[in-house]
């Protein structure tokens, strides 16, 4: 479970994020919405420790994440498929899932398999150097190296940016499924708000770096007046 | 004895292997500094130069050859560490000409203190092997069991660092991190340590080749015995692709056999201007290097 209680992060004069509080369940998937600019990227790169916050707590359980590396935070078990997907395009596909299985414990001709198995097409590809493979696949891939490392939880930064309505789809049941088939906490930023809100079992909304909603995915869902927020109707 | 293997072609292309060898250990250690910390290092002469001083002092308190050795090994381990630690560290994520700068400063001071304590005077190091060319039915023969001893070290030094990328977690873990370091940070990798790493073993292989071009060429240990070395490894690194361990070694190769019959059959003064000219034709037919495949990264 992750913990955040006022959280502010500043860049320079500019507060991307004010006084965020928000939990995110163990083996549930919590959106995070809200239009450019709202501080989604943000926050996650705050739990990642890519960013030092100026005040405010983040915890996995009993454990603090503030002033750690990042490097230390990812060995505890926090996966991170950042915006734009992060894959290294002079790597094949076996080397970046290679890369992604090196920090955990975890066998690395099963985990290779299993993650052949969720994502056959990067199977067909793994000697393929991932510069090459479709926005699709890259996403796959990028998804499929957090994954390998078996986090217990996976922080997603617009997972569909760039993919076609299909591929979206196709993506969001496999989080869905993976969310139902183990205990894997899930931290979804996404635009496309439609598509994260169907799979999502809590969702918070930001605007302008403050929290305007923290619920239920299908009260947020249902709530008009919240659209504004996440579609940047409001200025 | 077949007079072929001591014709002059054979000669000069035993000669040019010789050279080449080296000019291809000096671009490799540049592959290997690039393609783990993403910098090109021009004080990579220098560096291994300054740790060869280092570690052959050891010679005034009569050890022997493979001691000192295994000293300039260690002071270059340390010099390597220490430069990424204190100097370079500062400069990842600044403007590409920002590390060049500082680098070709560091070269000069190097150089300059080199020079103050040791003397520009040349230093003769010893040889664990004799230099003195084989006899064939009478007539030289350009190998000695010195250069043998050069190929053997070059080919294992090669073997290992290509090795050491294609087929080690290490490996690949020093390429994400000059690759990519905030995504490898991601994955729990330790760039910081890794690109420390990556300095140490550039400067390890620096000097091992400073070890033998002392050792072997007439000229010995002096504060500028890699200048001219290091521009032709350099060549040779930009040649075969800067992110090519095996195009390093074979462009260094080749260079030194064309370096060879230039000087054989027109002469010396001509070697660097046709050097640089192989260097624009192939960056014009092959930017990114001979051996460097598309997908990699362009410099």
Partial sequence: ?235 | MDPFLTSRIVTDVLGGLTNGVTYGLVALSLVLIWRSTGILNFAQGAMPMFATYLGFALLSYHFGYWPCVVACVIAALLIGGLTERLLVHRLYGKPEINPIVVMVGFLIVLEAVAAAIWSSTPRSLPSPFSSIHWQLAGKPFALSPFIVYEFATALVVMAAVAGLFRFTNLGLQLRASALAPEVSRLLGVRVGRLLTLGWMLSTVVGVITTILVSANFFSGLTPTVMDGIFAYGFIAAAIGGLESPVGAIVAGVLLGVVNQFVTDYVNQDSVIIIALAILVVSLMIRPSGVFTKSTQRRV
Avoid: W
């Fill in chain 1, 1 to 235: 479970m992750i913990t955040i209680e006022g959280l502010t992060v500043s860049f320079g004069a500019v507060q991307a994020l004010r006084n965020v509080s928000l939990v995110a369940e163990t083996g549930k998937i919590t959106a995070v919405l809200g239009a450019n600019g709202a501080g989604k990227t943000t926050l996650l790169r705050s739990i990642s420790g890519l960013k030092e916050p100026n005040t405010g707590t983040i915890h996995l359980d009993d454990q603090s994440l503030v002033h750690k590396r990042t490097e230390d935070i990812a060995r505890l078990g926090i996966g991170h498929v950042p915006e734009g997907r992060g894959v290294i395009g002079e790597f094949t596909v076996e080397e970046n899932l290679r890369l992604g299985a090196m920090m955990a414990k975890v066998n690395l001709s099963q985990g290779l398999d299993e993650q052949y198995a969720l994502f056959p097409v990067l199977g067909e590809r793994r000697k393929q150097h991932a510069a090459k493979l479709s926005g699709g696949e890259r996403q796959m891939l990028a998804m499929a190296r957090a994954l390998i490392a078996q986090p217990s939880v996976l922080l997603l930064d617009e997972p569909s940016l760039g993919l076609a309505p299909l591929v979206t789809q196709q993506l969001m049941h496999t989080i869905q499924s993976l969310c139902e088939s183990s205990d894997l906490t899930v931290i979804l930023v996404e635009q496309n708000a439609t598509s994260a809100l169907r799979i999502a079992h809590h969702a918070v909304v930001l605007h302008v770096g403050k929290v305007v909603a923290n619920d239920t995915a299908s009260a947020v869902s249902a709530d008009e007046n919240l659209r504004q927020y996440y579609l940047g109707l409001v200025e």
